[in-house]
């Protein structure tokens, strides 16, 4: 090892030392202080809050540190680009194949009654199942909501050969091996449900991604999302000039306000003030990272479907440099929603969103999570390049997510659950509190445990191993 990574690693692990040393003295030092001299509990509690805000920095930091001095960086891009082109190369085989007469195909209608964000997962479902049944996916996109004359309007087509519904056999799903042509349903009503959906990682994949990334089955559904949001040329020409139109740079936090119809609904009203907490700590460990700042204003990219958002913004946060623009929110009004204008807007928003260095939204909404995907196709690891004001990372219609629980856990009290190591919990959400729920499967129970405590636990699928195309 060299030597910055053997001062990095001591440094760390000082580090988290000093972290519980300083709390376990000011906690220590409260309890015995009981002088009416004491200054006021929010006071010190405040004060507490800001310093130990820091030594997490500061922490985040030194394992920043680490991973760059730890020599492995260019096997990591590399291992990164080898496998992000071999999904690449395996869909464009299994999207052309040489005759579309004889070829086996699965057909999805791009109509499912919802936004863009919604339909753009609901054909990522459909390529997924498409992959992992060895099927050609072809689009019935006529008569899209969002642009009458289809799909191939804006991005390119999902197969340069076959683009045909045909076949001398047709059935609806589940259908049999030999049946020529399938139609899947949308995955909320798909029966029987194919063991291919989300959070699945395929068996060939999996430990070269359980290797590589902080959440396998996030990478591999980016994989299809990247493919399918090709653009047209002139779609490209636009987001290019829209991104030097803005001067969207690096770094930059993307934000992304869901308002309108989603609040009350779907969803909680979330000020903008609480937004910017998290991209004020997004920063302050940047600047831990980085040993000190560059001395360049803080870039924001504002996305919504609001668009008094971006005043507000401005008006309360001075110090910041808010990219966007208020005209594409416009373009998301609910009541001229399902237009090419909303189209490109949303399209557009979801660019700029994926190219910032951090994501702090919603989870909620699908708008922020196909940005958060599109991310990982362009970093080696942006597993935790988020903060979400809500839900965790899902997949509307997953499987369930579960995990493994790492250390043992005693109920505090009824609202919390016991956990044995090794017991699989089936997680409902994270309370961003240090807490997360779920189930305990062993014990069948519904309640709180600290987040750190359990881990992911990888759904390894068998899916086809596409022989043909080489590794
Ligand atoms: P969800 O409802 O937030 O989960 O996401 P959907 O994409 O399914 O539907 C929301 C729709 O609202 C989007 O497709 C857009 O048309 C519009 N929208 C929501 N947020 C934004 C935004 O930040 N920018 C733009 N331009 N449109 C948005």
């Excluded at 302050?284 to 040993?291: F, K, V």
């Excluded at 913004?313 to 001075?318: I, L, T």
């Excluded at 129970?445 to 080489?470: H, Q």
Aim: charged share 25%.
């Amino acid at each position: 090892p060299s030597l910055e990574y053997e001062l990095a690693r001591r440094q760390s692990r000082r580090d988290a030392d000093e972290l519980w040393r300083f709390v376990r003295g000011e906690l220590t030092a409260w309890r015995k202080d009981d002088s009416s001299k004491a200054p006021p509990v929010a006071r010190r509690l405040e004060k507490l809050q800001d310093s130990v805000r820091q030594y997490h920095a500061v922490i985040r930091g030194d394992l920043a540190n680490l991973t760059v001095a730890d020599g492995w960086e260019t096997w990591r891009r590399r291992e990164a680009d080898q496998l992000a082109d071999l999904m690449r190369r395996r869909i464009d085989f299994l999207q052309n194949p040489p005759d579309c007469a004889t070829a086996k195909k699965l057909v999805c209608n791009l109509n499912k009654v919802c936004g863009f964000g919604c339909q753009l997962h609901h054909v990522a479902y459909c390529l997924t199942v498409a992959y992992g049944t060895g099927r050609t996916l072809v689009l019935n996109s006529r008569n899209w909501r969002y642009n009458r004359a289809g799909w191939e309007q804006v991005f390119q087509p999902l197969s340069g050969t076959c683009q045909d519904a045909g076949g001398r056999s047709k059935a609806a799903w589940p259908g049999t091996a030999d049946t020529q042509v399938l139609t899947l349903p949308i995955i909320d009503v798909v029966s029987p449900r194919p063991p291919y959906l989300p959070l699945a990682v395929p068996a060939d994949l999996a430990d070269r991604l359980a290797r590589l990334h902080g959440d396998p089955s996030v990478w591999f559904t980016a994989q299809f999302v990247r493919y399918l949001m090709r653009p047209q040329q002139h779609l490209q020409n636009d987001l290019d000039a829209f991104v030097k139109r803005v001067q969207l740079r690096n770094p930059c936090v993307g934000i992304h306000v869901r308002r309108t119809d989603k609040v009350g609904t779907e969803a909680a009203f979330h000020p903008i003030e609480e937004y910017m907490q998290h991209v004020h700590e997004f920063y302050e460990r940047r600047q831990m990272e980085a040993g000190g700042g560059d001395g360049s204003r803080r870039c924001v990219y504002l996305a919504s479907d609001d668009p008094s958002v971006f005043q507000d913004a401005v008006n309360k946060f001075p110090d910041y440099t808010f990219l966007g623009d208020p005209s594409v929110s416009k373009t998301a009004a609910v009541s001229s929603r399902y237009t090419d204008a909303s189209l490109r807007g949303v399209i557009t928003d979801i660019h700029a969103l994926s190219l910032t260095d951090h994501l702090v939204c919603t989870f909620s909404s699908q708008v922020c999570r196909v940005a958060y995907e599109l991310m990982q196709t362009m970093h080696v690891d942006a597993a935790d390049w988020f903060t979400s004001l809500d839900d965790i990372y899902y997949y509307g219609g997953q499987s369930p997510h579960e995990q493994t629980a790492r250390f043992a856990h005693q109920p505090a009290d009824g609202s919390e659950i016991a956990l044995s190591p090794g017991d699989t919990v089936g997680i409902a959400g994270n309370h961003w509190n240090g807490y997360s729920k779920g189930e305990n499967r062993r014990l069948k129970k519904v309640g709180l445990y600290p987040a750190y405590k359990t881990r992911d636990k990888l759904r390894v699928v068998e899916f086809p191993r596409y022989p043909e195309v080489p590794l």
